[in-house]
């Protein structure tokens, strides 16, 4: 129904249905109706990123990464061009693995851009994150 609706509107970009979301996800989806109730300590912790053209793979991606490893996430970025973008913390090889697995759920429903782990990011690297706020 919300294809043939929105396709009378303009391009149908991609369509995607993810059967079980993570809980997880809601906190950095507004759309899913939760509220970000999350840590802002993430000191020591790494930093997983992964880009998509589209948003429903980064959708995918975050939703794979999430179930594959204990991964935070902590935000997504529109970056433009159709660009945009998941951020997940936690250790290094839970970041390492929900990587390796989002990248794989956003290659399968649309274009990976790139993927990547920090394993011990600056501090002035949260400054220009998209971080939660500490409540």
């Not at 697995?101 to 400054?127: F, Y």
């Amino acid at each position: 129904s919300g294809v043939a609706s929105g396709s009378r509107v303009g391009p149908l970009v991609a369509k995607h249905v993810i059967p079980r979301p993570h809980p997880a996800i809601a906190s950095v989806l507004p759309a899913l109706g939760a509220k970000a109730e999350r840590a802002s300590e993430f000191s020591g912790t790494a930093l997983g990123i992964i880009e998509t053209k589209g948003f429903v793979p980064s959708v995918e991606a975050l939703d794979r990464a999430v179930k594959a490893a204990n991964v935070q996430p902590v935000g997504w970025q529109k970056v433009g061009s159709a660009l945009s973008c998941v951020i997940f913390r936690g250790d290094v090889a839970a970041c390492r693995s929900a990587v390796e697995t989002g990248a794989a759920g956003a290659k399968a429903v649309g274009q990976l851009v790139h993927s990547w782990v920090i394993p011990r990011p600056h501090e002035a690297v949260d400054q220009v994150l998209p971080l939660p706020k500490k409540h």
